[in-house]
């Protein structure tokens, strides 16, 4: 009950919460990485930590992954097109303001799973949403449905990075992607690098390994991905291609569906 009360708390705050209305934020950067390093993204390349609390910013070293040329690669065919993009890990909409400016006619759905939101847009629906929780995952699919947006050109995952997380989201989501369309897994090997996102087992295949079982249609075992998922992503995954960013731990892979 407790936990219900201060949702609804959150969420109620959230609501009444001043925001960054996009709409009326007029931009004239035109590359995305200048977007993304402009709103404090760290998908950037040269983006200050947004996560120091110092007051003296002694610890607000350069933390840019560099991702917007592998973006720009995968992504400039849907620049100006109609599409429909959903982020999986949004914090406080830094990389969501970003691609609002970069895809002048998309519609973005967001989903976190806190209240720090700091934009707003006719063209964004920020929905709160704990992708381990069953529930939350249909009330999100049922406003999907209501927009009639069941299915998306791109989703991004940017969420837990924790191991885990990032097969369970694959499952849940990938069949959301249209056909010629992208789900992406940002720092897919994060897990290797920070302990507590590491809750891989001694037999669980590395994320790379995964991907490599993937493309050359292998089944493998997997406590996540089950026969019938792989089966399905042989049959509609045209191609995989992962990249090296700036930092130690920066890598992204682009899934395409056929």
């Known amino acids: 009950m407790k936990k219900l009360i201060l949702k609804f708390y959150k969420e109620l ?8 209305d996009l709409d009326l934020k007029k931009i004239d ?5 200048e977007l993304f390093n402009y709103f404090g993204t760290d998908k950037g390349s040269e983006v200050k930590n947004p996560y120091s609390k110092n007051i003296d910013n002694s610890d607000k070293s350069l933390i840019g992954h560099g991702y917007a040329k592998f973006y720009e690669l995968h992504f400039n065919y849907f620049k100006n ?15 969501v303001a970003s691609f609002y400016h970069y895809f002048s006619n998309a519609i973005i759905f967001c989903l976190d799973r806190n209240y720090k939101f700091q934009f707003k847009s006719n063209r964004i629906n920020f929905f709160y949403c704990d992708t ?6 249909k009330k999100f699919e049922d406003l999907l449905i209501n927009k009639k947006s069941e299915t998306l050109d791109i989703i991004i995952d940017d969420a837990s990075h924790i ?25 897919f090997n994060h897990y290797k690098y920070y302990s507590h996102l590491n809750d891989s087992s001694s ?12 493309k050359s249609r292998q089944i493998f075992k997997s406590n996540t991905l089950d026969e019938d998922f792989q089966h399905y992503c042989f049959n509609n995954i045209s191609e995989i291609a992962m990249h090296k960013g700036i930092q130690n731990d920066s890598y992204i892979a682009f899934i395409k569906k056929k």
Request: overall charge neutral.
């Open 132 to 137: 381990r929780n069953t529930n939350d995952l």
């Open 13 to 20: 705050v959230f609501k009444l919460k001043k925001k960054v």
């Open 163 to 187: 191991y885990s997380d990032m097969l369970n989201n694959f499952k849940n989501f990938f069949e959301k992607v249209k056909p010629g369309g992208f789900y992406v897994i940002e720092d």
């Open 29 to 33: 950067l035109i590359s995305l990485n």
């Open 81 to 95: 097109r109609e599409i429909k993009l959903l982020e999986i890990g949004t914090w406080k909409g830094a990389s």
């Open 203 to 214: 037999v669980s295949l590395e994320i790379e390994e995964i991907f490599e079982h993937l």
